[in-house]
């Protein structure tokens, strides 16, 4: 029988059934367990255990289908024209458009959608604009990716301030008091950027929302990464106004990479200067008269010519994820993440000692479907990630291991401090350039990263019992 039929039968007494006494709106989920079948069957097929959703989505076949029907019926030309084809490739950018304001519930007359190649390039959208100048702050939290830490350079190349708000290891939650406290520190008479992602793509904390408006009262224009977020809850942009919202859809639904988003408030964007222009950016570009006109956003933002034969995809991955239900794939994620959870902690070695250290929440409240943990041997040694990583690829689980593009929650989790990254970096050797490899000789006998496993849309029973199967075996 297959593996994962054999995990669904309900046999009394089976961890299975044990998993439905735990969780029993799981079952609500079938559905999905029925798409997996259908759409999504070369994970089975292939047996592959995928577990970096986080990394990045799975796409179902029926979305390949219906790329491939647009691809071979269709004509589609270049859209900065006005032809029938360039036409044809201009609805079908404008119906994307609109499929994400109605995805994310976000009014046209509020918010814009700007096609960006990722979620990182929607961060660099907003940081190279952003009017950051002396007098005024560029606030963040500890626990960002690094593309948000990137901002950073801009802020200090301007002369704003830069501040990071910690987050508190082991849960790795902020101090919900200290938040006030740091958004208190703006300047009004200055522009003010505060950016927190809505779930952590290390520890999967989920921020609170409500942070937004209290930084808009203290003064602050928020960033809001919803990178690691949107792929599993409903971001309801009609009842938070964050000001800019970047997104990767390949982590939504899989297809296409190499488009993103920053969904942007219209009243934020008019703060925002960009420091170039491109082809389709301007209205009017003079080479004798040394003028540029910028077009209205989004236009403004879409420097060059955008992926017109991918953007259509966006759509169809958003009629994809709407057909199955957002509340449907949040609540499966995290029945899921919750028996992980719950198993992870009880794997013990011989002697006791537990076998899984975790870095972040262990119940299920307001936290995603990511984990982040080390192994630890029974002498309680940290096992080195890499090793891990080389164990599970032999037994075909997809999983993550590092940092994870999030050095200042990597930093807080493993205990490594600003003594030792000082002294590391200040080395002669190490001024310029600094390989992976040196640094974590630097940092000897501590853990340099950890090991990350997320589930998502597609994960199944079988999925997260491959990885507790694979980490009971490796207790001592
Ligand atoms: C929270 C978060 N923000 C931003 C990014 C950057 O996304 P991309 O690599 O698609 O630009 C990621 C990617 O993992 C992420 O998890």
Known sequence: MRLDLWFNQVMPNSPY???????????????????????????????????????GGLYAESQIAAQNKMLLEGVFGNPHSSNPTSQASTLRIASA?????????????????????????????????????????????????????????????????VTYLPVLPPRMRADDARVDEFLSKADPAHPNLFAYPAQSNFSAVQHPLE?????????????????????????????????????????????????????????????????????????????????????????????????????PAVETGLDHLRSIGMDLVHERVRCLTGWLLENMLEIKHANGLPLIKIYGPVTTEKRGGTIAMNFVNRDGAVIDHTYIEERANQVNISLRTGCFCNPGAGELALGITSGELATCFRRPDHEQRLTYDEFRLCIDGKASGAVRISVGLVSNFADVEAFLAFARGLVQ
């Open 97 to 161: 458009r609109e499929s994400v304001l109605r995805f994310f519930n976000a009014s046209p007359d509020e918010y814009v959608v700007i096609f960006t190649s990722n979620a990182s390039g929607a961060l660099k959208l907003v940081g190279e604009s952003y009017p950051f100048a002396k007098g005024g702050h560029y606030l963040l939290t500890f626990d960002n990716h690094n593309s948000v830490n990137g901002i950073r350079e801009f802020a200090l190349a301007r002369g704003a301030g």
């Open 211 to 311: 942070w937004i408006e209290r930084a808009h009262a203290s003064g602050w224009d928020v960033l809001l990464d919803a990178a690691a977020f949107a792929p599993t809850n409903v971001l309801d942009l009609s009842a938070v106004h964050p000001d800019f919202v970047p997104i990767s859809f390949y982590k939504m639904f899989g297809y296409p990479t190499g488009i993103g988003a920053l969904i942007a408030r219209r009243a934020a964007l008019a703060k925002l200067h960009r420091p170039w222009f491109a082809g389709g950016t301007i209205t009017v570009a003079s080479v004798q008269g040394e003028k540029h006109y910028l077009a209205d956003a989004p236009a403004a933002f879409e420097d060059g010519t955008l992926d017109y034969l991918n953007i």
């Open 17 to 55: 059934e044990t998993f439905l006494e735990h969780y029993p709106s799981y079952s609500s989920s079938a559905v999905i367990d029925d798409l997996r079948r259908t759409s999504y069957s070369r994970l089975d097929r292939t047996r592959q255990v995928y577990l970096d959703f986080t990394g």
